[in-house]
């Protein structure tokens, strides 16, 4: 039982470190992809900086991902 523990808690973080990777943007308003600029959505930024507040490298990623892809700008 205790063996199978780190193996289980090692599955759960690296499943939410994949989630958080993609971008908040994306995964919420993947119809959004491909805008260019405009202003940006509060939520998805917010989202993206309480990634950045505990997950540092990831949170980054996240913010580099909605940038890229337009889907941290309002439609």
């Known amino acids: 039982m ?3 523990l780190p193996k289980s ?3 759960i973080i690296t499943g939410v470190l994949i989630l958080q990777v993609a971008g908040c943007g994306t995964l919420l308003y ?3 992809k ?5 202003r ?7 989202l993206n ?3 950045l507040f505990f997950f540092l490298i990831p949170g980054i990623i ?6 890229s892809n337009g889907t ?4």
Request: no cysteine.
């Open 72 to 75: 941290i700008y309002l439609p």
């Open 49 to 51: 900086g309480i990634g």
């Open 34 to 38: 491909g805008q260019k600029g405009g």
């Open 62 to 67: 996240a913010y580099a991902v909605d940038f």
């Open 2 to 4: 205790i063996e199978k």
């Open 40 to 46: 940006i959505d509060v939520g998805v930024a917010v």
């Open 30 to 32: 993947p119809e959004r």
């Open 9 to 11: 808690l090692s599955a």
